[in-house]
T-cell receptor, first 113, second 112 residues
Framework: AQSVSQHNHHVILSEAASLELGCNYSYGGTVNLFWYVQYPGQHLQLLLKYFSGDPLVKGIKGFEAEFIKSKFSFNLRKPSVQWSDTAEYFCAVNAGNTDKLIFGTGTRLQVFP | ETGVTQTPRHLVMGMTNKKSLKCEQHLGHNAMYWYKQSAKKPLELMFVYSLEERVENNSVPSRFSPECPNSSHLFLHLHTLQPEDSALYLC???????????FGEGSRLTVL
């Protein structure tokens, strides 16, 4: 069965630190990849997505992610985090153009000023 | 404002009660979803409807019963739930297969 792994469950950073959150998936075929963010008390919203083309994807609020097919990974990065980035981040994979979007367990990010 | 509205936002019910969660999307999307979000677990896909037809039932117990009367509305009927069913239930819609999901703010369910 397809699965998504997010190895960092809780990350604590100071403002201006760099961020990288890991995401690995298990599926050998075509995938669509997503990162969603859930700010405290708010709904899940899309941060960025990869369908095809340039494997380095830029999203909102300075986030980017790189699809590395050989590593089955889609890590999220931001060069300099802000306090307002405090949120929970979810990686999600749609495998084989199905109707299923499979989510990871999420990574809670806390940024201190 | 997400374009996907869920009511009620909070629900407390006993194990013998019958209640329903409602979801409405104002985005003109063709597909609607129910997900369950529990602490420290991945979001669990429960049901998928495409053009008002159920296309996915992800081995969900029969005490959860979905209904999709039209492409804008989705219900989750609840009866004889268990305390372990307490969770945040998220509704989402999508314009197409394999596309981006747009989520509502969720209905927080507590089963006593």
């Amino acid at each position: 069965a397809q699965s998504v792994s997010q190895h960092n469950h809780h990350v604590i950073l100071s403002e201006a630190a760099s961020l990288e959150l890991g995401c690995n998936y298990s599926y050998g075929g075509t995938v669509n990849l997503f990162w969603y963010v859930q700010y405290p008390g708010q709904h899940l919203q899309l941060l960025l997505k990869y369908f095809s083309g340039d494997p380095l994807v830029k999203g909102i609020k300075g986030f980017e992610a790189e699809f590395i097919k050989s590593k089955f990974s889609f890590n999220l990065r931001k060069p300099s985090v802000q306090w307002s980035d405090t949120a929970e981040y979810f990686c999600a994979v749609n495998a084989g153009n199905t109707d299923k979007l499979i989510f990871g367990t999420g990574t809670r990010l806390q940024v201190f000023p | 404002e997400t374009g996907v509205t869920q009511t009620p936002r909070h629900l407390v019910m006993g194990m013998t009660n019958k209640k329903s969660l409602k979801c409405e999307q104002h985005l003109g999307h063709n597909a609607m979803y129910w997900y369950k979000q529990s602490a420290k677990k991945p979001l669990e896909l429960m049901f998928v409807y495409s053009l008002e037809e159920r296309v996915e039932n992800n081995s969900v117990p029969s005490r959860f019963s979905p209904e999709c009367p039209n492409s804008s509305h989705l219900f989750l009927h609840l009866h004889t739930l268990q305390p372990e069913d307490s969770a945040l239930y998220l509704c989402a819609s999508s314009p197409s297969w394999a596309g981006e999901l747009f989520f509502g703010e969720g209905s927080r369910l507590t089963v006593l």
